[in-house]
């Protein structure tokens, strides 16, 4: 794995914050109507991309996730003014507008969705590794989950094909304690989810969602088992979003004590404290450099309500078949 450096602490802030305020922004243009259709925040996630990708082979490695998709395809090198114009459904986005919030997608960096079926992306994950070992292409995919995802009969067919044939996924579970409005504790006799990977062999852990050089270091190792040809990893990732489920959620399942808890541990917070006490960096050039991703993400709100709205003949070009 690349060595975890000052630098390395520095980028991981800068990108952590850019998504944060990009998610920030997605709220306010939702309540101002400008959003439309459902809306699945990431704050509080954001170590999780930050480690991730510094553990991938940015040149060959894929992710697949779920609906809550905004910031992993940035995190892969997605332009995010492309991804601000999809969700405001302009043509200039990911997928000409017509995708929306929850299906992103970009080929050209080996992001493959945003997917809006709850655990629909777990064995279409499986898929896309089993070609690349057909194909001897040397990569991993990582395929991402929710915790409510786990109930889902595909996660254990997946599981069971992915080990017979020692496919190159890793299966990595965002452990944010609820899905939709349940918490684990209701859901399951088994709450350390990760254990379920240990009925395939899997080799199977846990992990600390809120730290990205936690992150890094367990999806390095599971990463790179894959790409030896040793079969899958099932990681599951502990965090918190801080956020309700989607923007519709009045969070009536939790109270703000808990909230307020979980926000003490917020990842960014903890690398702005950390930066500043070994002196990597000043209180005056982490205000600059705040104040000018703020403005990069306005840029990206101006690029998205400039470019114009798909036509109806895009939706045959892209969706529909048309006879002609």
């Not at 994950?125 to 690349?132: E, K, L, M, P, V």
């Amino acid at each position: 794995m690349k060595e975890i450096t000052t630098k390395t602490y520095i980028k991981w802030f800068k990108n952590m914050f850019f998504w944060r305020k990009f998610e920030d922004k997605c709220r306010s243009l939702y309540l101002k109507r400008k959003i439309r259709g459902f809306l699945h925040l990431y704050n509080g996630q954001e170590s999780i991309p930050a480690g991730l990708t510094h553990a991938m082979d940015m040149s060959k490695d894929k992710i697949i996730t779920a609906y809550r998709c905004h910031i992993l395809p940035i995190s892969m090198g997605v332009d995010p003014k492309k991804v601000m114009a999809e969700l405001l459904g302009k043509v200039t986005g990911t997928s000409y507008g017509m995708g929306g919030s929850m299906h992103i997608f970009s080929k050209k960096h080996r992001f493959y969705g945003g997917h809006g079926i709850v655990g629909g992306q777990i064995p279409l994950g499986a898929g896309i590794a089993f070609a690349d070992k057909y194909f001897d292409r040397d990569a991993v995919t990582l395929t991402l989950m929710g915790d409510g995802a786990i109930r889902q009969g595909s996660l254990h067919e997946t599981f069971n094909m992915a080990m017979l044939w020692k496919l190159p996924v890793v299966f990595i579970c965002e452990n944010n304690q609820y899905a939709m409005g349940t918490s684990v504790k209701r859901s399951t006799n088994i709450e350390d989810l990760y254990k379920i990977g240990h009925s395939y062999g899997m080799p199977s852990f846990p992990v600390n969602g809120m730290d990205p050089k936690e992150v890094a270091i367990a999806s390095y190792k599971a990463i790179e088992r894959a790409r030896k040809g040793n079969g899958s990893t099932f990681l599951e990732v502990r965090t918190y979003r801080y956020r309700g489920h989607s923007m519709s959620d009045a969070e009536s399942y939790r109270s703000k004590e808990e909230v307020l808890f979980y926000k003490k541990k917020d990842p960014i917070l903890k690398l702005k404290k950390l930066i500043l006490k070994n002196k990597w960096e000043t209180v005056d050039i982490l205000n600059s450099i705040e104040n000018k991703i703020k403005e990069e993400v306005d840029l990206c709100v101006d690029f998205a309500e400039r470019s114009d709205t798909p036509s109806l003949s895009k939706m045959y070009d892209f969706v529909y078949y048309h006879e002609s």
